[in-house]
């Protein structure tokens, strides 16, 4: 199953290593990783999408993370209500003909063209990963050139809908 | 302090003055020296090279006591026997490059043991980092997975701070090595402040929890009241919390009984009547009967290692598990736990200790672990052929020094054979590499535990194989006259690798006989120790007596039976219920 987990660390050079070091001594699969400065200065913090086969995984892997002296906070967000995003820059072949046709594909998912040569342009889309991958599919069959995503970031929401189960330490 | 001393000469300063003024031109070496007094470090363990003569530089116009070992493999499993027997933070310095990366085994061993470190490596100049520079190796990237937590000093207004958490890191919580990665331009710049002293640490990522949740207390509580066949498991946790008081309190209090696992013997008196020994692969039949068929596991500060459980799937079939760690990360690992409680072993003890509870009638369960051990002890063939039986000599040494000895082994058959035969009346008195099980630690772990012990009969029991691997540290006996008493049990092969070629290969015994050895005596003789062979069981007590109440580093090859077995045996992918070898013949 997939976990979204957000890491909130001190921002000292190495800790990305630190971090990613760690899940790869203890086996798991990052599906995608993203970093960036926070509204604090000297705290970054990472969001991680990765795949783990049971609960029990999940937990070891919060507890090891939380351990790291670098580490101030982890969360596995993935029960919460959440806000995830993430950008996708692509380069389509779309000769002038074509390209109206394209751009009503574009449209409803609020991409916006960011770069445009004789015969390929360049979407940007931003959306929940299923959006993205949703995009993909359809616009596929015109010709991807390139293609390349940045990785999930995630907040939690501000009004909690639906209660998050807790880990077994608590029970 | 010279050069500034005239300059003053016009201008009378008060002592204050100039005293501030000398503070304020320290260097990064000087500091870390400083960092060390106040750190309250009494010894180092280390090796110098060209990235640390700052530091080496420093330290030769300081008290701080400093030993030069021969390798620095032997320098960090000197620190880590120092740390094991006294509780302090050991502290190694070493060269970058080669000398940084000889302490990985060492620093990995005292990680996987929880042994507090504090390690010092030269590194490279800031300027030339990552050029490959002579003598560079990334020894913060080497050691990042097996250190608590490590450092590079990029700014030497940083020092003061990174020592003071450094030590706080590794003594703390589970305690554990940390790095400190120190490149030689930072040694030698100046420090523009006086303010070694006002370093304060600042790791909001890192508050280790001691207390116990008193709900879970209760809830553990709850349990063993209701428990008809209630064990304890305990572990290095409880010596490391300083807790075996507590422990003997505690079971004696309940009437429950206790197995240890390797590392965590000597947390209570091997003899006592509540101790059923050491559980695991090599335990007693009784303790691991004793986990089998328990209704109740509190485990205090061990961690479930593979060695000491077995097949996971058959480990405890019928026990709830309370877990007391300090370590959050331990609880549920590898054993689902029914009551976790994240503490210090020494807090749990006491807060279980406040609870006063009644128990079921235990009765039935201790004349069932009675009968265990009466119908299976350990046991050991001797054919009286007049060879001297390993196990022998083990309880030899155990009678001879009345079970108050430090006893430091190294790692294979005669690491199990200690733990078996050798009772410990005292806590922090058994120093052996568990995690990792390192074969060359033995004979420096006890160099360090001497300079911790240094009134106390401590005794080496290595393999002749792992001896060898460290025995340049042979030196530092006659160096500092510290009485070690190395008594190497010596079968002429890899014990314990030939131990399970016999078993699991059909004695196909691929390089694990070692047919060429020095000759120990000769060997001791050179570095001025008094050296003993003995081969015949009848020349063996004299000996051992002659040796162990010499005040002189003795160093006795005694010749076992070469090809004995350590017994019984858990064998890889069994259960504990499923024990090989319990019975004699």
């Given at each position: ?38 509204e ?13 086969e ?118 | ?44 363990f ?36 120092y ?26 061993d ?49 020092l ?28 030698n ?28 207390i ?32 505690f ?30 692969m ?9 986990i ?14 593979d ?107 005669h ?37 911790a ?39 002429s ?93």
């Open positions: 199953m997939k976990r979204v987990i957000t890491v909130t660390v001190i921002n000292q050079s190495g800790v990305l290593n630190r971090v990613t070091g760690l899940l790869m001594k203890r086996q798991f699969n990052i599906e995608s990783i993203t970093v960036g400065h926070t604090q200065q000297g705290v970054s913090k990472m969001t991680f999408i990765v795949n783990v049971d609960e029990a995984k999940i937990e070891q892997l919060v507890k090891q993370l939380s351990k790291q002296i670098d580490v101030i906070k982890v969360n596995d967000i993935t029960d919460k209500s959440i806000v995830m995003r993430e950008l996708a820059l692509i380069k389509v072949v779309a000769p002038p003909n074509l390209r109206a046709e394209i751009n009503s594909i574009v449209d409803p998912f609020r991409g916006s063209i960011i770069d445009m040569g004789k015969n390929v342009v360049t979407y940007q889309i931003v959306g929940n990963p299923e959006k993205i991958d949703a995009f993909i599919e359809l616009i596929r069959p015109y010709g991807i050139k390139e293609l390349t995503r940045t990785g999930v970031t995630a907040f939690v929401r501000d009004a909690q809908l639906k209660p998050s189960p807790q880990l077994s330490i608590l029970q | 302090m010279n050069a500034q001393v005239p300059l003053k000469k016009q201008q009378p300063a008060t002592d204050q003055e100039v005293d501030h003024e000398c503070k304020a031109s320290k260097t990064g070496a000087e500091i870390f020296v400083e960092s060390l007094q106040n750190q309250g470090v009494e010894i180092i280390g090796y110098p090279g060209g990235a640390v003569l700052p530091l080496y530089d420093a330290l030769y116009r300081n008290p701080v006591k400093h030993i030069l070992a021969r390798h620095e493999q032997g320098a960090i499993h000197a620190a880590e026997g740390a094991r027997v006294s509780g302090k933070t050991g502290v190694v310095i070493a060269t970058s490059g080669p000398g940084a990366t000889n302490l990985v085994t060492g620093i990995t005292a990680m996987m043991d929880s042994l507090p470190l504090v390690v010092f490596t030269g590194q490279v100049a800031t300027t030339v980092v990552g050029t490959d520079a002579f003598q560079e190796a990334d020894i913060v990237g080497i050691t990042q997975p097996i250190t608590k937590h490590n450092y590079q000093v990029k700014n030497v207004q940083d003061p701070r990174i020592i003071k958490e450094a030590f706080h890191i590794a003594s703390t919580g589970r305690k554990g090595p940390v790095v400190v990665d120190i490149p030689k331009n930072i040694a710049a100046i420090f523009d402040s006086n303010a070694v002293e006002e370093a304060t640490i600042n790791l909001p990522g890192y508050q280790p929890t001691l207390h116990p949740n008193y709900l879970q209760k809830k553990a509580v709850s349990l063993l009241s209701e428990a008809k066949q209630p064990l304890l498991l305990v572990g290095a946790g409880v010596l490391a919390a300083d807790a075996s008081k507590e422990l003997t309190e079971v004696e209090k309940y009437n429950f009984p206790v197995v240890n696992t390797l590392l965590g013997l000597g947390s209570i008196d091997g003899n006592h009547e509540l101790f059923l020994g050491m559980a695991g090599h335990g007693t039949f009784t303790a691991n009967m004793a089998n068929n328990c209704d109740v596991l509190l485990n205090i500060g061990s961690r479930f290692d060695r000491l459980t077995g097949n996971l799937k058959k480990f405890a079939p019928n026990a709830k598990v309370i877990h007391i760690d300090i370590d959050p990360a331990e609880i549920g690992k590898n054993v689902p736990t029914e009551i976790p409680i994240v503490a210090d072993a020494k807090e749990a003890l006491l807060a279980l200790l406040e609870q006063t509870f009644e128990v079921q009638d235990l009765t039935l369960w201790h004349e069932y672990l009675h009968e265990c051990q009466e119908e299976y002890p350990l046991w050991y063939d001797d054919d009286g052929d007049g060879t001297i039986y390993p196990q022998y000599a083990v309880e030899t040494i155990h009678r001879l020094t009345n079970g108050e000895a430090t006893i430091v082994t190294d790692v294979g058959q690491q199990m054979w200690t733990a078996q035969y050798y009772p410990f009346k005292k806590d922090h008195h058994w120093v052996t590499s568990g995690g990792l099980g390192t074969m060359g630690f033995g004979f420096p772990a006890a160099i360090g535990a001497q300079f012990h240094p009134d106390e009969k401590v005794i080496a029991i290595v393999g002749d194989a792992g001896f060898q691997m460290t025995m340049q540290e042979l030196a530092l006996l006659k160096e500092f006259k510290l009485p070690v008493k190395i008594f190497i049990l010596n079968n092969c890899l014990g314990m690798v030939r131990q399970w070629q016999e078993t699991f290969y059909e004695e196909r015994y691929s390089s694990s006989l070692v047919p060429v050895q020095p000759d120990f005596v000769k060997l001791a003789d050179s570095y001025g120790i008094k050296g003993y062979k003995v081969e015949k069981v009848d020349d063996m007590e004299a000996v051992f007596k002659e040796a162990i109440e010499s005040d002189e580093p003795v160093l006795v090859d005694c010749r076992v039976k070469e090809l004995t077995l350590v017994n019984p045996m858990v064998a890889p992918g069994k259960g504990l219920s499923e024990m090989i070898g319990v019975k004699k013949g």
